[in-house]
C-alpha cells in the first residue's frame, strides 16, 4: 500500500545529519539539493563548494554554519580540504560532487562539440567546459576518500559522449577505485518526477566491499496529485494525447513550470500543463502541431485561429509547488528571482533521489568497518 505523500522538513534534515558518524564533502554543491539528502542519510557534511552567486546564497540560507568554498573549483585543492576539515588523506568517507552538465542534457540541446568553445559561451564557461569533472577527479586523487559518487545527465552515456564518459571511469579506476555506473529514476525514490540521472560510484580498492549498489525502486510511485492534491483537475496539452488529467509522475524538461516532455511514436513531443482553478470545460481543445505555445513565459493564455480554449485562471506553478514536486523540503530556502529559483531547483538532484543514493553509500561504508 503507498503511503501518504510527505517530505522531510529542515528540521528533520537538522535531526538526521551526522547520525551515521561518516564525513563528507560536497563539490559542485548548487543550492544544497544533494547536501539535503546526504544529511538526511545521516552524513555529516564538513565541507562543500559552489561558484554561483544565486546558488551560494540559498545554500547559506538553509546551511548558515557550512564550511562553503565560492571561489573557482579548479583553485580549490586537497590540502586545503584537509586543513579546514582537521582531516588527513584517505581519512575522508565520501567525496561528492554534480559537475555542470548542460552540454549533454537530454532536455536540452546536446553539442556535437563537447569538450570545445563555441561563440555562445560565456567567459566562465570557456574557462570550464571540459575540465571540471577532471578537476573533481582531482580532488579524488588528492583526498583518497573512502567512497566517491558523482551525478550527471543520461547524455554523458551517449553518442558523442561516450569517449567522455570512459575516460571518468577510467580515472576512477586509475585513482584506485572500484567503479560501478547506473541510472537511478527520482520516481523510484519517492519523488513525484520521473527524472534520470546517472551515478559515477567508487569505493577504494583497499576495502572489502566489491561494488556500491545502485538503489532498489520503491514498490509505489507518487503523481503530481499526489503530491499536490489541491490542484484537482489539471489539463494536459499535447499534440499526440489531447487534453488528459495529470495523474502521473511530472517528466524532466526545460521548463518544468508548464512544459512537459513525453517520448513515444515519433519520439520527443513537448506538452503543456494548465494548473486551473475549475474544472476543464467541456470544449477544450488541444494545440496542433506547428502552432504558438498556449500559455506564454508570463502565464497568459494566447491565441491560434480561435481553435483553443483554456480553462479558466491559468497559471504556472509557484515556487513552493516546484519545490515539492522536486522533494525539497517545505521550508527550505531559495535566493533570487523567480526564474533563478526555477533554475536552482532544476540543476539540483532531488533530495530524495541523493537521500536513496546516499543511503546506499553507508551501507558500503558499514560493511568495511
Not at 535531526?15 to 560536497?26: E, F, I, Q, R, W
Not at 543520461?154 to 586509475?174: D, S
Not at 541510472?183 to 577504494?204: E, H, K, M
Not at 513515444?264 to 503543456?272: E, I, M, W
Request: hydrophobic share 40%; proline share 7%; glycine share 8%.
Amino acid at each position: 500500500m503507498k503511503p501518504p505523500f510527505r517530505l522531510p522538513t529542515m528540521a528533520d534534515v537538522k535531526d538526521a545529519a551526522g547520525t551515521n558518524g561518516y564525513k563528507m564533502v560536497g563539490t559542485f554543491s548548487g543550492c544544497g539539493g544533494s547536501t539535503t539528502g546526504y544529511k538526511l542519510a545521516g552524513f555529516d557534511v564538513v565541507y562543500a563548494a559552489e561558484f554561483d552567486n544565486d546558488s551560494v546564497a540559498s545554500y547559506r540560507l538553509n546551511y548558515p554554519d557550512a564550511n562553503l568554498w565560492t571561489e573557482d573549483i579548479c583553485a580549490l585543492t586537497g590540502p586545503r580540504i584537509l586543513e579546514e576539515t582537521g582531516l588527513k588523506v584517505g581519512e575522508l568517507d565520501l567525496l561528492e560532487g554534480s559537475p555542470p552538465c548542460s552540454k549533454f542534457s537530454m532536455s536540452g540541446v546536446r553539442q556535437r562539440t563537447w569538450g570545445k568553445v563555441t561563440a555562445s559561451d560565456s567567459e566562465r564557461e570557456q574557462a570550464n567546459v571540459e575540465d571540471l569533472f577532471f578537476e573533481y577527479l582531482r580532488l579524488v586523487g588528492d583526498l583518497m576518500p573512502r567512497a566517491v559518487c558523482a551525478e550527471n545527465v543520461p547524455g554523458l552515456k551517449a553518442t558523442v559522449a561516450a569517449g567522455y564518459f570512459k575516460r571518468i571511469v577510467e580515472g576512477l579506476e586509475a585513482l584506485g577505485y572500484r567503479v560501478a555506473v547506473y541510472q537511478v529514476n527520482a520516481l523510484w525514490c519517492g519523488v513525484p518526477q520521473s527524472r534520470r540521472r546517472v551515478f559515477f560510484t567508487g569505493i577504494r580498492d583497499d576495502l572489502p566491499v566489491e561494488k556500491i549498489q545502485a538503489p532498489e525502486p520503491l514498490p509505489y510511485k507518487y503523481t503530481m496529485l499526489d503530491a499536490l492534491p489541491y490542484l484537482g483537475k489539471a489539463a494536459m496539452v499535447h499534440y499526440d494525447f489531447g487534453v488528459r488529467n495529470i495523474k502521473q509522475p511530472v517528466t524532466c524538461a526545460k521548463q518544468p513550470m508548464f512544459c512537459l516532455t513525453r517520448t513515444g511514436g515519433g519520439g520527443a513531443h513537448k506538452a503543456h500543463i494548465v494548473l486551473c482553478d475549475a474544472e476543464i470545460d467541456d470544449d477544450t481543445h488541444f494545440q496542433p502541431p506547428g502552432t504558438p505555445d498556449p500559455v506564454n513565459r508570463n502565464g497568459k493564455l494566447t491565441s491560434f485561429d480561435g481553435r483553443v480554449t483554456m480553462a479558466r485562471h491559468p497559471r504556472r506553478f509557484s515556487i513552493p509547488e516546484i519545490k515539492t514536486l522536486a522533494s525539497f523540503p517545505p521550508d527550505f530556502a531559495l535566493e533570487g528571482t523567480w526564474a533563478s529559483q526555477w533554475e536552482r531547483i532544476g540543476n539540483a538532484v532531488p533530495p530524495l533521489m541523493a537521500q536513496a543514493v546516499a543511503s546506499r553509500i553507508r551501507e558500503a561504508l558499514d560493511a568495511c568497518r
